[in-house]
């Protein structure tokens, strides 16, 4: 049965792919996006692009009636969210809250909404579960969490079905559809233009964390995967319910396993150097997404660091032509 779908920041990476998976699957998909990150041409071409602000745009939009709304538009960096909190809590926070009322006033039954881990923060357990304490140690993570709290609010005085995704680290691509971010600042992305020539060298941030081989640990979850939870949620959410669930691989890479798995993709020897760590980053951070598979049906199949890794290069390259 296909729905009638909105899907904001359907230009942006986990936006772009989630709408070409939406389309594919049958449903009625409209993006909108304000074009300040995406691409126009991310926008699957069966799906209707409005360009626009998601409160604005998407709110009077759903006068049409739709059957649920996909929330990807986000401001997405943690660095910036520490130096420009303003532009998080409104471009965040404010536009959600504004979106929640538009979906209220015109009966829009159906959300799903791009949560992060960043809602947790520094970890006590490992993997972590849904119901681990929630405390972000960056202003990114906190206006997720605002968010989720206000879905919450929602969902239990109007009725909202609700579901907020937790993503862990997304990496991969969907063919044409992949990461291009003016400013990048993932390890794989950024591995990737070293391998390609863009870049001299991989910084690794710090060589001092308490695993097995000093080096970060990331639950990396492929962008497909992670799209189809989106489509499981859909079909899931409960009126009047708001469910959390953590989107993980299940398995920990450390960025030396993530360099060496791009260098065994590539071909290339992707020289790296080790640098300071980055302020804020946790040693480890690995999902459990036991809920997501035991309520939802969901099961990632993309689950080994190099095919992942090889959908992302094999995106990367047919972009350089
Ligand atoms: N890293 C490097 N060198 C780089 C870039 C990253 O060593 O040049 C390391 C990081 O220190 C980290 C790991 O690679 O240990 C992964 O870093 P990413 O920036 O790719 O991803 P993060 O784990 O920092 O961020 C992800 C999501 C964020 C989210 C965060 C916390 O991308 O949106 O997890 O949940 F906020």
Redesign the pocket.
């Known amino acids: 049965n296909a729905l009638k779908l909105v899907v904001t920041g359907g230009a942006g990476y986990v936006g772009s792919v989630c709408t070409a998976r939406l389309v594919e699957a049958g449903h009625q998909v409209t993006v909108v996006d304000d074009l300040s990150t995406g691409h126009a041409d991310a926008v699957h071409p069966d799906a209707r692009f409005i360009e626009g602000d998601a409160a604005e745009v998407a709110g009077s939009l759903l006068r049409e009636g739709f059957d649920g709304v996909l929330h990807f538009a986000a401001k997405?960096l943690?660095g910036e969210s520490m130096t420009a909190p303003s532009k998080y809590w409104e471009g965040n926070v404010v536009t959600s809250l504004r979106l929640l009322e538009a979906m209220q006033e015109h009966g829009t039954p159906r959300l799903v909404f791009s949560s992060?881990?960043?809602t947790y923060g520094e970890p006590e357990q490992s993997p972590i579960p849904e119901s681990a304490p929630t405390r972000p140690t960056?202003t990114?993570?906190a206006t997720k969490l605002a968010i989720d709290h206000a879905i919450t609010s929602f969902a239990g005085a109007h009725g909202l079905a609700a579901v907020s995704l937790r993503y862990?680290?997304?990496a991969g691509a969907y063919g044409a559809f992949g990461e291009r971010h003016a400013t990048e600042?993932?390890?794989?992305p950024?591995v990737l233009q070293v391998a390609s020539g863009d870049r001299e060298r991989?910084?690794?941030?710090?060589d001092d964390y308490p695993t097995p081989d000093h080096?970060?640990i990331?639950d990396y979850i492929h962008v497909v995967d992670l799209a189809d939870a989106h489509l499981l949620a859909l079909k899931h959410a409960t009126a009047g319910q708001h469910r959390i669930y953590n989107l993980g691989n299940g398995t920990g890479f450390s960025?030396l396993e993530v360099i060496e798995a791009c260098r065994e993709v590539t071909g290339h020897s992707i020289p790296a150097a080790v640098a300071p760590r980055?302020a804020g980053?946790p040693s480890v951070?690995v999902a459990a997404s036991d809920r997501a598979r035991e309520e939802l049906g969901w099961k990632p199949e993309r689950t080994e660091l190099t095919g992942i890794v090889r959908d992302a290069w094999e995106f990367t390259q047919a972009r350089r032509g």
């Open positions: 997405s943690v992060t881990a960043a960056n990114y993570g862990f680290n997304v600042t993932h390890l794989i950024l991989i910084q690794i941030f710090g080096t970060a990331r960025v980055r980053d951070l």
